[in-house]
């Protein structure tokens, strides 16, 4: 989980990166975002040079995300797995981020806490997740997509709860703008039809961007687009988004959901505050992919 920065609260360097975030939102036509993104690929090429990481994943996967904007990538973590990390993350608590601030756990869930969130450590800590962030398959096709060698720039473990009250804004359909990026998620539970599955617009990462970001109407969205891809799937289940697309997380009807979301770019997201944290597991990891979120000893 990262911390978005708070104008309050700001530093010079963090107002200056929030500036630079709401600059590149002016930005809509898709002509001039793409002459953008060839400037910055060939910055980073020139700072970094070729990237050596791409390993030939030119396929089938970054092709169809391309294309249509989601791609389904199969269980990339066993069900097993899945309820390891799941019996890890029980003895730790989680933050209701995006409501009272309040810290949980399952057995303490009142009914008022619509998703929790745990904290970065817990994250990069929890068993398989930082080698399946780091993976071949994974950093492949960010690599392939993207254009270059990814930095992970935000990593996250969420529960999404059952609720009477409204939406959240990413509960309701809504587009994201960071430059350059991608993003992987992994159900840690299993999804149906009631417990929230994730929904896309195939087709609207390829849309103008409006100005101002905005949640849209279940209405308005059905009525407008044909192929609308919800996906539902066993825990392990694996896909991977153009966040500026529309998609939306959804609030579960009666069992809560559990995912784990991976975001690849090739900047920082200049709405973060990023505050890297120290790993303890023993797995190799690209000092360069993971530099935003891996305290190294060299820092």
């Known amino acids: 989980m990262q911390e978005y920065i708070r104008f309050e609260t700001a530093s010079r360097a963090e107002i200056l990166s929030l500036a630079i975030y709401y600059c590149q939102r002016m930005i809509t036509s898709r002509t001039v975002r793409k002459f953008a993104n060839f400037i910055l690929l060939l910055a980073l090429r020139l700072r970094y040079g070729n990237p050596r990481l791409l390993h030939g994943h030119k396929n089938k996967y970054a092709s169809i995300l391309k294309d249509v904007g989601i791609v389904r990538l199969g269980n990339i973590l066993t069900e097993d797995q899945c309820a390891e990390i799941r019996a ?62 990814p930095t992970i720039t935000g990593l996250s473990i969420r529960w999404s709860f059952p609720s009477q009250s409204g939406p959240d804004s990413v509960q309701s359909f809504h587009r994201d703008c960071e430059v350059g990026s991608l993003k992987v998620m992994i159900y840690l539970t299993d999804v149906d039809t009631k417990s929230a599955p994730h929904t896309y617009v195939e087709g609207s990462h390829a849309e103008r961007m409006p100005v101002r970001l905005h949640t849209y109407r279940d209405e308005s969205v059905y009525k407008k687009y044909r192929s609308v891809s919800r996906v539902v799937g066993r825990a392990g289940t694996t896909f991977a988004i153009d966040t500026k697309g529309l998609h939306k997380g959804g609030v579960p009807s009666s069992r809560p959901r559990l995912i784990l979301g991976i975001q690849y770019s090739l900047l920082p997201c200049f709405m973060f505050r990023y505050t890297a944290v120290k790993y303890l597991g023993h797995s190799y990891l690209d000092e360069y992919i993971n530099r935003l979120i891996v305290a190294t000893k060299s820092r």
């Open 88 to 149: 890890h993350l029980s003895m730790h608590r989680f933050v209701d981020s995006r409501g009272s601030g309040k810290s949980y756990n399952l057995a303490e869930i009142d009914g008022t806490c619509k998703m929790g969130d745990y904290d970065l450590a817990t994250v990069i800590n929890c068993p398989y997740v930082m080698q399946i962030a780091n993976s071949p398959e994974l950093v492949g096709l960010a690599s392939s997509r993207l254009g270059f060698a």
